[in-house]
T-cell receptor
Framework: SQQGEEDPQALSIQEGENATMNCSYKTSINNLQWYRQNSGRGLVHLILIRSNEREKHSGRLRVTLDTSKKSSSLLITASRAADTASYFC?????????FGTGTRLTIIP | NAGVTQTPKFRVLKTGQSMTLLCAQDMNHEYMYWYRQDPGMGLRLIHYSVGEGTTAKGEVPDGYNVSRLKKQNFLLGLESAAPSQTSVYFCASLARRGMNTEAFFGQGTRLTVV
C-alpha cells in the first residue's frame, strides 16, 4: 500500500486565501517532500523537510513535520490562480521514494 | 540541459503486445524510478534502481521488467500488455546524497492497452 495519504482529496478556495493540505504516512522516513503536478504534466519539486526538522519555509510555502504523529502539512499563503494543480507528498526512506494519493487544489479567481 | 526525458510520449498497444519505455537522464543521478499514475491512486512505484546494473521491485512490479545497463538510462518493459496496464507512466531520477534531495521527473508516457 502507498506510504502517504493526503487530506483533503480536493480543495477549492478563493484567490488570495490560504490553502492547507495534510499528509499522513505509515513508516520511518529520512525526509518528506512535496510536489506539484499541473494537469497532464510531470511532477515538480516544491520543498523537502528532513526527519529531524519540524518546520521549513520557501517563499509562500510553509511545511511542518510531526514525526511522532507521522504527519505533515503544506500551507500555501496568498493563493494565486496559477497554484491550481495537484499536490503530492512523498516520503524518502533509504533508496525508496513513495508518493501519496494527492490533493487537487482549485483556486477560484 | 534536458533533465529527464521519456520516450515515447504516447502509445496504444493491443493486448498481448510488448513494448519498452525509455527513460534517459543527463544529470549523472544514481537513483532512477518508474511510477504509474492512475486516477485517484496517486503515483505507485513499479521498479527502481540505485545504480548501474541494479534494479529492485517497488509496490506494483507484476507484469513489468526493468534494466539499467547504463547509468543514464532506465528501461521499463511490458512483456505482454494487459488493459490493466493502461496508465500514465512517469520516470524520475534522484542524486544519491543520502536521499535528502529532490527528484526530477519526466513528462510522462500515456499508454493505452486495448
Amino acid at each position: 500500500s502507498q506510504q502517504g495519504e493526503e487530506d483533503p482529496q480536493a480543495l477549492s478556495i478563493q484567490e488570495g486565501e490560504n490553502a492547507t493540505m495534510n499528509c499522513s504516512y505509515k513508516t520511518s522516513i529520512n525526509n518528506l517532500q512535496w510536489y506539484r503536478q499541473n494537469s497532464g504534466r510531470g511532477l515538480v519539486h516544491l520543498i523537502l523537510i528532513r526527519s529531524n526538522e519540524r518546520e521549513k519555509h520557501s517563499g509562500r510555502l510553509r511545511v511542518t513535520l510531526d514525526t511522532s504523529k507521522k504527519s505533515s502539512s503544506l500551507l500555501i499563503t496568498a493563493s494565486r490562480a496559477a497554484d491550481t494543480a495537484s499536490y503530492f507528498c512523498a516520503t524518502g526512506f533509504n533508496e525508496k521514494l513513495t508518493f501519496g494519493t494527492g490533493t487537487r487544489l482549485t483556486i477560484i479567481p | 540541459n534536458a533533465g529527464v526525458t521519456q520516450t515515447p510520449k504516447f502509445r496504444v498497444l493491443k493486448t498481448g503486445q510488448s513494448m519498452t519505455l525509455l527513460c534517459a537522464q543527463d544529470m549523472n543521478h544514481e537513483y532512477m524510478y518508474w511510477y504509474r499514475q492512475d486516477p485517484g491512486m496517486g503515483l505507485r512505484l513499479i521498479h527502481y534502481s540505485v545504480g548501474e546494473g541494479t534494479t529492485a521491485k517497488g509496490e506494483v512490479p507484476d507484469g513489468y521488467n526493468v534494466s539499467r545497463l547504463k547509468k543514464q538510462n532506465f528501461l521499463l518493459g511490458l512483456e505482454s500488455a494487459a488493459p490493466s496496464q493502461t496508465s500514465v507512466y512517469f520516470c524520475a531520477s534522484l542524486a544519491r546524497r543520502g536521499m535528502n534531495t529532490e527528484a526530477f521527473f519526466g513528462q510522462g508516457t500515456r499508454l493505452t492497452v486495448v
